[in-house]
């Protein structure tokens, strides 16, 4: 094994003895409080930015991107070059993805929060697509993704002020990312009216401030407007701030 796997394992060594006991009143079943969608990017710590170490309290979803889209038939759509295809109209047969919903469906969970991150590979690879300065081809996989979130990201591309740079375009489009993410959710039938939906970003590049790690609300059930948000969730408005609403 690889030195890499020996210290992950002796990191594993204590997690197993502090988390000993913490499973007995989850071993049979779950009901998580809340699902997170984050982008797995390994800057953002999925459950370390709740602070959470409780068994059984958050269903945490990974991918690039932050998304919760996926095809009816992602074996057939991702194929052809991602820079032509970025700029479709999102497809038809686009679904909640099904590691997002299964704790909606099946344990009662209530709550979904989508996450994105200041300096979003997945959006910066998508704005670039979309630009025409895509870089090359992508293994067929990453490809895909990448498929996933131009239809959603054209409009934002198109709505960007001109004078942004390039980083302020993309962190605005990180936002606008979470934006469709959580409109989708809202929108579908698949999810439950009850089910609150949330849209944050993890920021690690002081682009809201100068607490790294510090999750920033941007959107709750569609609002994205922030003295309003402020209003209506008084107990959080601290944390409520966004940089700017595309269009």
Known sequence: MTRTIVDLLERND???????????????????????????????????MWGNDEPGHVFTCGNIGNRVVQRADPLGSASGDAAERAGGAPDSDEVVSGDVLYPIAH?????????????????????????????????????????LLGPHLEPGVEALPDDADRAEAINRLVEYNVDRQVEFLVESDEVPEGVEVVGAVYDFQDVYGERRGEVHVVNVDGERDVQTLRAAHPDAADRIDRLSVLA
Do not use: K
């Open 14 to 48: 204590d997690h197993a003895e502090a988390f000993a006991s913490r499973f007995d009143e989850v071993q049979d079943a779950q009901h998580p409080d809340a699902v997170t969608v984050c982008c797995s990017d390994s800057r953002v710590l999925q459950d370390h």
């Open 107 to 147: 344990t009662g969970t209530d709550t979904a929060v989508v996450v994105g991150h200041t300096g979003c590979g997945a959006v910066t690879a998508t704005y670039d697509a979309l630009t025409g300065d895509d870089a090359g081809s992508q293994p067929p996989g990453i490809e895909h993704c990448l498929d």
